[in-house]
């Protein structure tokens, strides 16, 4: 098996990561703000109001996918597997403690539940798959996905193949939203800490890495434990979303789905992951024309992105229109004029 | 007893065709370094242009079978072309994530063409069962074991005599040496990928009679138990596919028999993950050293 090269997509570490993420999440918060006083003056229509709550569970889990797929640099396809143990995790809870509860305690608990049964699935799962890299890796955790699933199925009281009905609908967009700032903030202040630039230091060439000193176990052990636990959070939000929680929406097309956010968003871009699963989640309500070629688009999305990346004349364009080359060709232009004066 | 051979031998028919798909596998594991996840989705393609040939346009079987190879063989090695070749020099994840949408891309597609509804297959192997005693073993079981044997035996002598398997097994050994030696990598790829497609095309043949039924989704299942099969065995071992591919199918058969069928498919991936824990290299793989 290879090891990974240097800098495998061309991700650039930004100089100021504070400011520039200040930037996105002050842009997300008055994003929040527009939708929900649209929302609440009745301008936005009843379908695109059911699709808040469905926006903002794809960034939670496109975000703590991207911390694996773009951050560690490695592929795993058994997201949707944390988010469906999250999600019968937390509804569960829920239906328990429907009588004892109050919603606004119940419902916090129950994300913390679900995303906390979903890192000891990641910690269970963890300990065997991240001895394995890449193709193994990912076929493992697409295994261990499977594995959920059909062991979800056959379970008593996980309500089976019917699914699991019952669960107090708690999720709104203003709880949502909060989560998605939460997770956000939690998520870009690993990134930019220490731990976030050992995880990155695998990602770059695990040998160094591991030749530094840098326990590469415990630190992939911390991204794929951070990334379950968020999916298991986004999977408890999903399952107080809907009237039913069935397994088979957590099948493997689930995790496709997720990673084509999280490649069209760019790999190792918060803000990138934010955008684009914004567009994903939209793009057929709004569309619904294409709705029957959807999957050929990200079938599509996933292979251009890829040859794109992979070709020198798409990197020479890309460079070309960077604001580091704009700012240059600006400030040659504006010497070339002065030039043109002292003459 | 004769219950257990019965499931026995259908194991051993099923699992001749899961050799068959880990074969390909396998193949372009070791030569290209690429887990090549749109292979089993080249299987469906297989099956749906056997039924379009057979059932649409009215033609004999036997053409059917050649035009389902050559469609097979076309697409595997265009799709090596177009979305593979551009990456010989990206890291593998780059990689992966491609060959995933090529698959996904195969699926939809078959989706928009063929519709989500399940087509059957026709049945164009006629053969009577055969009766030992008490033990009735279906004839399309036996042609699948008898022809998959020949096409491994076969495959192992092409790998091993020709000169064409010489520069195969010399390019996984060492790409840039055998580059050296005049052996050209790109054509010894493509050649890769034609006999992995038409091997899968007979798998989806086998695959469409054993089961009856084909959607576009039906490649993506066999597929990854395929890998799972491959792994088992040793990937990169040509034996190792064969054998990885029979004990599953017998596994698989076994297990749905006296424990579940509906986790039948999570012992199947339970072996996978045991297999990788316990011997990483499979049966009969290599020890790979990390290189720094």
Redesign the interface.
């Known amino acids: 098996m290879q090891n990974n090269q240097h800098n495998p997509f061309g991700i650039k570490m930004s100089k100021k990561p504070l400011t520039k993420n200040i930037v996105t999440l002050t842009a997300l918060v008055i994003a929040f703000a527009v939708m929900l006083v649209l929302s609440e003056a009745g301008i936005l229509s009843r379908h695109m109001r059911s699709m808040l709550v469905p926006v903002c569970i794809n960034i939670i889990l496109a975000v703590s996918l991207n911390l694996l797929v773009g951050f560690l640099g490695e592929l795993t396809l058994g997201h949707a597997g944390f988010m469906s143990v999250g999600a019968y995790a937390g509804c569960l809870f829920s239906i328990a403690m429907k009588e004892i509860l109050p919603m606004a305690i119940r419902f916090p608990l129950a994300m913390l539940v679900g995303g906390l049964v979903a890192a000891v699935f990641g910690v269970i799962i963890g300990i065997p798959v991240l001895r394995l890299h890449g193709d193994y890796l990912a076929i493992v955790t697409l295994a261990f996905g499977e594995i959920i699933r059909s062991v979800i199925i056959n379970l008593e009281f996980t309500g089976g193949a019917a699914g699991l009905k019952g669960t107090p609908q708690d999720s709104t967009f203003v709880i949502a939203f909060i989560v998605v700032m939460i997770t956000l903030i939690l998520i870009i202040n690993l990134v930019n800490s220490r731990h976030g630039r050992a995880i990155m230091a695998i990602r770059d060439n695990r040998i160094a890495a591991e030749a530094s000193g840098i326990n590469v176990t415990y630190f992939r052990m911390l991204a794929f434990v951070m990334a379950a636990f968020f999916a298991g959070v986004a999977g408890v939000l999903y399952g107080h979303n809907l009237s039913i929680l069935t397994a088979g929406t957590f099948d493997y097309n689930k995790s496709i789905e997720l990673l084509v956010i999280v490649v069209l968003g760019g790999m190792g871009s918060i803000r990138g992951s934010i955008v684009s699963a914004i567009i994903i989640t939209l793009l057929p309500e709004v569309l619904r024309d294409l709705a029957d070629y959807r999957m050929l688009i990200y079938a599509l999305v996933l292979i251009i992105m890829m040859l794109l990346n992979a070709s020198p004349r798409f990197a020479a364009v890309k460079a070309q229109f960077s604001p580091a080359a704009l700012k240059a060709a600006a400030a040659a232009k504006k010497a070339a004029k002065e030039g043109n004066a002292n003459e | 007893m004769m219950d257990f051979l019965s499931t026995l031998i259908s194991g051993l028919s099923l699992g001749s065709i899961y050799a068959l798909i880990a074969l390909g596998y396998t193949m372009v594991y070791g030569i290209a370094?690429?887990?090549n996840f749109a292979h089993g989705d080249v299987i469906m393609v297989g099956a749906f242009a056997v039924i379009t040939s057979v059932s649409m346009l009215g033609l004999s079987p036997v053409l059917s079978i050649l035009i389902s190879i050559v469609c097979c063989v076309v697409l595997g090695v265009s799709i090596e072309r177009i979305?593979y070749k551009?990456?010989r020099?990206?890291?593998?994840?780059?990689?992966?994530?491609?060959a995933?949408?090529?698959s996904?891309?195969l699926?939809?597609?078959a989706?928009?063409i063929f519709g989500s509804t399940q087509h059957s297959f026709p049945k164009i192997i006629n053969m009577p069962a055969i009766e030992l005693g008490e033990l009735t073993i279906r004839g399309n079981m036996l042609i699948t074991l008898v022809i998959t044997t020949a096409i491994m035996a076969g495959m192992s002598i092409f790998i091993n005599k020709s000169k064409t398997g010489k520069a195969m097994r010399a390019v996984s050994e060492d790409r840039d040496a055998a580059e050296l030696m005049g052996i050209s990598v790109n054509r010894t790829i493509t050649i890769t990928f034609a006999i992995g497609s038409a091997l899968a095309a007979v798998a989806g043949l086998f695959y469409g009679t054993t089961y009856g039924f084909i959607g576009p989704y039906t490649g993506?299942m066999p597929g990854?138990k395929a890998?799972?099969a491959a792994?088992f065995g040793g990937i990169g071992s040509m034996p190792g596919a064969m054998l990885g591919g029979i004990l599953l199918g017998v596994i698989e058969n076994l297990s749905k028999r006296y424990i579940?069928t509906?986790?039948s498919?999570?012992i199947v991936?339970?072996v996978?993950?045991i297999v990788?824990?316990v011997k990483?290299t499979g049966l009969l793989g290599k020890k790979?050293n990390?290189?720094?």
């Open positions: 370094k690429m887990l979305a551009p990456l020099k990206s890291p593998p994840l780059a990689v992966l994530i491609t995933i949408g090529v996904y891309f699926q939809s597609l989706l928009l993506s990854i890998f799972v792994v579940s509906e986790l498919d999570a991936f339970a996978l993950i990788l824990m990483p790979i990390e290189k720094v």
